[in-house]
């Protein structure tokens, strides 16, 4: 009993700093990510796993022809020619489907995570 208060008196600083340690943790400080996916070879390549709603996704179109990334929920429309790039910003949760207008094997689904 006297000795652990005799520690608390003496190391006022360490109870400070593990309050300010936990605050930097806080999950409502973390930020949101960019991916950046390369469309090559009528092909959308390989989608981000782990997005969060806030995320943007850069689509980059590598490809001698124009291609879009339009999801099926009308959420977003993104149209690039040849060598062209876009950002797109995931504003719902849930799985986005996702396709481009020209091109009929172009598919996918963006799993989007609540923030
Ligand atoms: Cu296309």
Known sequence: MMIF????????????GAVTVALLASPTTATAANYVVTMANMNYGRLPAGLKVGD?????????????????????DLRLSPGQKGTITLRTAGDVAIYCIFHATMRGVLKVAAK
Do not use: C, E
């Open 56 to 76: 943007t996704i850069t689509w980059v179109n590598q490809d001698s022809v124009p291609h879009t990334v339009t999801a099926r929920d009308k959420s977003f």
């Open 5 to 16: 208060g005799s520690m608390t008196l003496r190391h006022p600083g360490l109870l400070a």
